[in-house]
């Protein structure tokens, strides 16, 4: 059965860090480009971060680059969003996605994970 799991969410003070892993099962991760996309209450799901199946390269929104690091390890079927310096307009449902093409913004990924969320809040 194919699935993408989301974990690694939850409450943290702004200027803390999260660090969110995406774990899949069923398939292989490192022959697919990861997406992670987030989704803030009354608003559409936006991409954050994708890395490529191909080379490895990273993206990312403008809203987060420098902020936030996407990672792979093959090893554990597993990719990583490392969140830095988190501000209140970053909460919000995070979800992870599979694409066995390459990375985009668009939302017609393959495989879709359950979401997990992030909320920054003194």
């Known amino acids: 059965q194919v699935q993408l799991v989301e974990s690694g969410g939850g409450l943290v003070q702004p200027g803390g860090s999260l660090r969110l892993s995406c774990a899949a099962s069923?398939?292989?991760?490192?022959?697919?480009?990861i997406g992670w996309f987030r989704q803030a209450p009354g608003k559409e799901r936006e991409g954050v971060s994708c890395?490529?199946?191909?080379?490895?390269?990273?993206y990312y929104a403008d809203s987060v680059r420098g902020r936030f690091t996407i990672s792979r390890d093959n090893a554990k079927n597993t990719v990583y969003l490392q969140m830095n310096s988190l501000k209140p307009e970053d909460t919000a449902v995070y979800y992870c996605?599979?694409?066995?093409?390459?990375?985009?913004?668009?939302?017609?990924?393959?495989?879709w994970g359950q979401g997990t969320q992030v909320t920054v809040s003194s």
């Open positions: 996605a599979a694409d066995s093409r390459k990375c985009s913004w668009y939302l017609g990924y393959d495989y």
């Open positions: 890395i490529s199946r191909s080379d490895g390269s990273t």
């Open positions: 069923g398939f292989t991760l490192d022959y697919y480009a």
